[in-house]
């Protein structure tokens, strides 16, 4: 059983147009395609550093209070541990924020915006948003421009980075995609089972495998390699204030509509769903008892706890603390 569970689970990649990247070292473990980059923003050192500086600079917000790191924790799995975030003033956010573990693979990307293909796009968002604010630099983006060319060290950082271009809005967000490709995470226990080690899981979780894939459905819609089949779906768990995908298509089918979310380093990414109204697991695995979800029926309490022990095996604890990933501590060999 466990052995066609792992031809159900072969890495099955989803990936937009791009071109292969294979100049870049991505530090990946033996058979792991990289990710494909889009060929007008190709990989490199410099701009993975600059982006990563830029990721957590609170002065790409307005008021200088929000950074992307602000929302997206590393030691939470790029999350917050919130239901949903306030942007800038305290502004109340509309939906959970999503990990960014192998981000590089997702397309569409975020929860109900299925014209969002490219980290490029999405980068912005969250600078320009409106409904709900996030970092408000609508219609501010000259300022941005000026808080990084008065700095000495982002003009140098920028000149390494694009050597043929000057400090733009659209090369700040191709380096912080940049930066946000190198989120990979493949050293979960149940990556190390995966590649040959029976032990890095128990017998508890390996039960709680069996159902995942089994007769819990989960995997109907968490599938693949990175536990998503990046569609959308209704479980029931809509509300008046957020429609979902229809409000980006206008279309009555997509009500309540949401991007099944990765369930990679999920035992560290709560509160879940998109709302961020379940706290716990268990909460979020008895949510999905209406719409179209195909876990309808009631599952025994002791299925679920075998369940848990398997998703928590999907938390990589070595992504979490990956240095490369962090808050840097020097720019231009001063600290930061």
Known sequence: MIARLTLIIAFVWVAWRGVPAAAYDWHLPAGV???KVPAD???????????????????????????????????????????????????????NVMGLANVAYFDPLTWADSTRHRLEQ???????????????????????VGRLQSDTCYRQMFAAAFPKDAITVANTVKAIASFERTMLSFDSPF???????????TPFAKAGMVSFFGKAGCAACHSGVNFTDLDYHNIG???????????????????NRFR?????????????????????????????????????????????AELIAFLETITDRTFVTNPSLSLPQTACGKPF
């Open 260 to 304: 099944t979310p990765s369930l990679r380093n999920v035992a560290i990414t709560a509160p879940y769903l998109h709302n961020g109204s379940a706290k716990t697991l268990e909460a979020a695995i008895r949510a999905h008892v209406g719409g179209d979800s195909n876990m309808a029926q009631i599952i025994p309490r002791g299925d679920v």
């Open 33 to 35: 395609t990289p990710p």
């Open 41 to 95: 923003n190709p990989m490199s050192a410099a701009k993975v550093a600059l982006g990563r500086r830029l990721f957590y600079d609170a002065d790409l917000s307005l008021d200088g209070t929000t950074a992307c790191a602000t929302c997206h924790e590393q030691g939470r799995g790029f999350t917050d541990g919130n239901a949903t975030h306030p942007g800038i003033g305290d502004v109340q956010g509309l939906r």
């Open 122 to 144: 999405q980068a912005v968002m969250p600078l320009t948003n409106t409904h709900p604010v996030e970092m408000g630099m609508h219609g501010k983006m000259t300022v941005l």
């Open 237 to 255: 768990t809509g509300n008046p204030h957020d429609e979902g995908l229809e409000t980006v298509t206008g279309r009555t089918m997509d009500k």
């Open 191 to 201: 990556d190390r089972y995966q590649r040959g080690d029976a032990n890095a899981i």
